[in-house]
């Protein structure tokens, strides 16, 4: 399997919420923007993330593939319940990028580096 066939595989399971799979995709020690947050951290902020955004949504934008990274923009157009990046979203529609780079060990995500761009999400506020 391919880098870009693990990190398709990772996105399924993100966008169906699938968190009994998720170990096959993330590594144990996975770290995220330089701080380890380990397999347990990494899976409670994905979950916070759909409690707060229930139409969360992964849409691939562009993925580029130099194993072992990968790096993708990820096109979200979603409905935050409430306060989203310190932002008074409330309940409305926002669509933003984010920019997130992974580095895999053992065929499984071991870093995580990412950027949201919230200049997008505040410009349409």
Known sequence: MTVTDLYRGYIACLNNQDWQKLHRFVHDEVHYNGDRVGLSGYQEMLERDFREIPD??????LLIAEPTFIASRLQFNCTPKGTFFSL???GR???F???VFYEFLDDRIRNVWSVIDKAAIEAQL
């Open 88 to 90: 008074p979203i409330n």
């Open 97 to 99: 990028s984010e920019n």
């Open 93 to 95: 529609k926002v669509t």
């Open 56 to 61: 969360l949504y992964f849409d691939i934008q």
